[in-house]
């Protein structure tokens, strides 16, 4: 087979574990596979670059940090490929300009456009295992770019886009995809399989075992991704296409963010444009609106509610409150809530399941939590609670639908 | 002025002082000139790196080495960019794939071939200050290389050739070249200009202030070089072309070294092929040999003497030791001597100047100095004497020809 693995900071945050790294791609490649590595920087080591460059240059998100925090995988990558050849092996590091790892020119946060598998595809017909900066890439202009945190993973996934891997391995410091948060529900399971979709939304509502780009990857080229364990060698969550032969459980995983807020705004005229105009000064200061919700309200306004990332509401109740004002007759009754929690459960079963949006409010009823907002997709269902509910929501969904 | 700046380590060891060093930039760039920076790895971070890949592949000298000492220059690069736009001046930096330094493939030790001097001259003709990270380059194979140890020296000067620039002011944490080092010679002044030749010598010699490579690759290309400090705005030491209409000074500085050792070999046969014979070994086994003497002595045998890095005096002794008794007939009489120390005094003015090894004879002769060997070339006398002595020679010599 041939295999893309990537490895993640903590899985190469010492020397020692560079070297059990190092064992576990000579293990793959003894067993007659062809292995290529993907790494990201040792576990810190992009802060401290981060911490440099915003010493000398306070908000700099350009070129030039670029050219800095990139070093942190080159290294681990010249590292890597020391250590297998130290264990015998034959190792050979590429960087982002080496591969040819094309992108945009959106500094801090590029998206790949293009890889040249050529001086892989190379390396590997010598036998040789070929290391990758994970991370970064170059634009049209040669200038370093790099791709946004948890990058790497994304990297990983295009890589075995580009030299068709049969699956791309992402080796972390958890055992897989958890049915939800194994810290908050004790009683939480690893998953076996799960669909591209399902990982798409986990990944978005919280899961941060795997960068949602990467998904989206794996999704949009066909390319299996195994998250699994560096430190056992036990399998972990396979990420998938969904095999329609086989029938699929409703709920696959529950989540729970609590870093939105939620703004409402009161007696908004209930006329063509006004949304527009509402979310137009948000949109343009850059601010993600998640969940929008518009109650029809009497004397012919309405109310708006929706949510944004707690950090933003600030700045989003301020750009609000200018805009009310130069909206004739627009309501200045804005009110914020950054105590709420996103609770959410998904699942492809969903789609051939009716009644478990039913199911749902009735285990929430169940413990006497009350319901803010309601959002839909066909495979999620997405609601917003008291904060202080969080837990009990999470452990009261996972109990009623998974365990 | 086209001008291109090199800073070493030390003067880019702090966040503050590349600060400073973004002043020094900017304030040439506002007195007209055109700016080309060549930076060094912050002092320290060199040696961190070397550790790390020691620590996973002890006497690792290669390509993946190379891949992880480069970054070293890679941050400072980037810093300095940012630095030189937060102080409001415009900035780019450049890595060795970015200018095309284009090296051979000598890991650690590569030697510049060719510079793509488009990149920095459309970077000049947009006013802007090309910051390049010194030390690296690619190979043919689009590898990173590295020059070896001030290497960023040699970046420098390569850059002026290559850009045309008017001259290439190294910065260091000294003020200049002295006639001596000031650490042992008091009365040590700084020379205010020195010919290539001169410094050519003086920096094979032990002078540390400037990378003999550097040095060459000036003379090979008529590139005026200016030594000066980091520190001050005081001018420091021109290194330049030979003015043929100014008198030279007899002897410009003086130097020492201690991390020689001497071997002799007695007894050897007096026949033609045996000091090939002998020096083969050495040679094959990458031992540089400095000084040699042969002395004819008695019963158609001689004895040769000479001198080599301390470091390889043991494994030396031992390889001349394993020839000797290979060659028939040779003197298996090896002594090693490590307590040694080279005195020089270098000048061109030594050419049109006659009597000054007499001269320098008499002076170590005053002090009962004893001269155990002897060396020449136009414009520099070595000799090597006992260890003990060495600074008590250096003062003699300097204060009977400089002061």
Redesign the interface.
């Known amino acids: 087979m041939r295999l893309v693995k990537k490895f993640g900071g903590t899985s190469v945050a010492t020397?020692e574990r560079?070297?059990r790294v190092a064992a576990i791609c000579l293990g793959s490649r003894e067993q007659g596979h062809e292995v290529v590595v993907v790494v990201s920087a040792m576990a810190g080591e992009t802060n401290r670059?981060l911490e440099?460059?915003t010493?000398?240059?306070?908000g700099?998100i350009d070129?030039?940090?670029?050219?800095?925090v990139?070093?942190g995988e080159?290294?681990t990558?010249?590292?890597l490929?020391?250590?297998i050849?130290?264990a015998g092996g034959d190792?050979?590091?590429f960087?982002g300009?080496?591969v040819k790892i094309r992108t945009d020119s959106a500094h801090a946060c590029a998206r790949i456009e293009s890889i040249d598998a050529g001086p892989l595809t190379d390396c590997l017909a010598a036998r040789r295992i070929a290391v990758i900066a994970g991370f970064q890439g170059i634009d049209s202009t040669?200038?370093?770019t790099t791709l946004g945190r948890g990058g790497s993973d994304t990297t990983g996934v295009a890589i075995a886009a580009a030299i068709a891997a049969d699956c791309c391995e992402i080796y972390t410091d958890v055992e897989g995809v958890f049915t939800a948060d194994p810290n908050v529900v004790p009683n939480a399971r690893q998953i076996e399989q799960i669909s591209f979709e399902e990982m798409l939304e986990l990944a978005s509502l919280g899961a941060k075992v795997l960068q949602l780009r990467a998904v989206e990857f794996g999704m949009n080229h066909g390319v299996p991704i195994h998250v699994r364990s560096s430190f056992t060698d036990r399998p972990g969550t396979w990420v998938n296409t969904e095999d329609p032969d086989m029938e699929q459980p409703v709920v696959s995983g529950v989540t729970v963010v609590v870093d939105e807020a939620k703004i409402t705004v009161r007696d908004v005229p209930d006329v063509a444009g006004v949304a527009w105009k509402l979310f137009s000064p948000l949109s343009d200061g850059g601010i993600i609106v998640d969940m929008i919700i518009q109650n029809i309200s009497a004397g012919g306004t309405v109310d708006m509610t929706f949510t944004v990332a707690r950090s933003d509401c600030e700045r989003a109740v301020a750009l609000l409150t200018k805009q009310c004002s130069e909206l004739t007759g627009a309501g200045k009754n804005i009110t914020a809530d950054s105590g709420i929690a996103k609770v959410s459960i998904v699942g492809v079963g969903m789609r051939s399941h009716s009644g478990v949006a039913k199911k749902m409010f009735e285990l929430l009823a169940g413990e006497s939590i009350n319901i803010q907002m309601i959002s839909t997709s066909e495979i999620k269902i997405s609601v917003v609670v008291d904060e202080k509910y969080a837990e009990l929501a999470l452990r009261t969904l996972h109990d009623g639908f998974i365990v």
């Open positions: 020397i560079i070297r670059l440099l460059a010493q000398v240059h306070q700099a070129r030039e940090v670029d050219v800095i990139a070093t080159q290294v990558a010249g590292l490929a020391l250590a050849r130290q190792a050979q590091s960087l300009h080496q040669g200038s370093i």
